[in-house]
């Protein structure tokens, strides 16, 4: 029996329950927010600033849809020079305090943007009783990576609500449902031979992770890398085809010469029939090179089904190598300790 066999090594392991919470983040995607938006007026451009998990559901949405303006996301204190009364500007922060999305939302505020409120609750939620600002107020207690499908939901639901697009909140509400059925086979209880999820987290145990997808998974190829980094404290790095042959592959070709790496493919069948030629190139270019890459195809009957299955089984397979780095997959100890040391200044 494996070491990901072993449920009474999981439960010690597993403090805060993060596998539990992995099997009912479907769910999160039925949450009804039910948020009056007021009239705004015209919408010529939408920007949504927020950083790592905050910012994610977002990043996923512009994979998914085609918006009819410019949606932008901004990561960082700073906001574009042409938000302004017809921005539609969403401050999104799951726990709410996330110092840059607070420092662009007042600059947002000075320039007259229509401000919407996404968080938990903190300094944002305060701001927006004050302020009178539309919140979608996300259910607490979570890490913000675990909360992504909240996040999604109200993006959905605002977007709706604006009559910007339609079919939002349906098509999400059907992709819980596959969901949910999908993760049963991701469980501790089933055994690693038939638990897709275990086995690749022992095929990266002991390396780097290197995530690559086309456009349309991009977004999901960025949320492994986070979920890597704080669930599992692993080293990982992504990138995206096309962009890869135009410079990384090169960097596979000679230093360092042992490479501690292992590649994951993310795949759709959604993608452009370029960006799947150029995987399979790539790949026989880089043969004795580069490591053998890990090949997920994603599963789902439609595009964002295939989106949010993979992210799915990222988590569940970033929560097992937690367990096999025997790592609680849940605190990230550091970046708050880098948040109390930057109040101090």
Not at 43 to 63: E, P
Not at 225 to 239: D, G, M, P, Q, V
Not at 307 to 333: C, E, H, K, Q, R
């Amino acid at each position: 029996m494996t070491m990901l066999d072993d449920l009474k090594y999981i439960h010690n392991r597993d403090k805060s329950d993060a596998l539990g919470e992995a099997e009912k983040s479907p769910a999160q995607l039925r949450h009804e927010f039910k948020v009056e938006l007021k009239t705004l007026n015209k919408i010529d451009n939408i920007v949504v600033a927020g950083m790592g998990g905050s910012a994610l559901a977002a990043s996923l949405f512009l994979n998914w849809t085609s918006p009819d303006r410019p949606f932008i996301i901004n990561r960082q204190y700073d906001i574009p020079g042409f938000v302004g009364s017809k921005t539609l500007f969403v401050a999104s922060s799951y726990s709410g305090n996330t110092a840059e999305t607070v420092a662009a939302l007042n600059l947002a505020a000075e320039r007259r943007a229509q401000i919407v409120v996404m968080a938990s609750g903190g300094k944002l939620a305060a701001i927006a009783a004050d302020r009178s600002y539309p919140i979608y107020v996300l259910p607490g207690g979570l890490q913000p990576r675990m909360a992504v499908n909240y996040n999604l939901r109200a993006l959905g639901e605002m977007i709706e609500s604006l009559g910007l697009m339609s079919d939002i909140v349906d098509q999400l509400e059907t992709a819980s449902i596959y969901l949910e059925q999908a993760v049963l086979s991701w469980r501790p209880d089933v055994a690693t031979a038939g638990n897709l999820a275990k086995e690749l987290a022992e095929e990266i145990s002991g390396k780097s992770a290197v995530i690559y997808a086309g456009p349309r998974l991009s977004a999901t190829a960025y949320k492994w890398k986070i979920s890597f980094n704080e669930t599992a404290k692993n080293l990982a790095f992504y990138n995206q085809w096309p962009e890869f042959n135009h410079n990384e592959i090169m960097g596979w070709t000679s230093h360092p010469v042992e490479k501690p790496f292992q590649p994951i493919e993310l795949r759709s069948s959604f993608d452009d029939e370029r960006i799947a030629e150029r995987f399979v190139v790539s790949n026989r270019l880089l043969s004795g090179r580069m490591p053998h890459p890990l090949e997920i195809q994603a599963e789902g009957n439609n595009l964002i089904e295939q989106m949010l299955w993979t992210v799915l089984l990222g988590d569940f397979v970033s929560i097992y190598l937690a367990l096999l780095n025997n790592v609680d997959p849940t605190p990230v100890d550091l970046i708050e300790k880098l948040k109390e040391e930057l109040k101090k200044n």
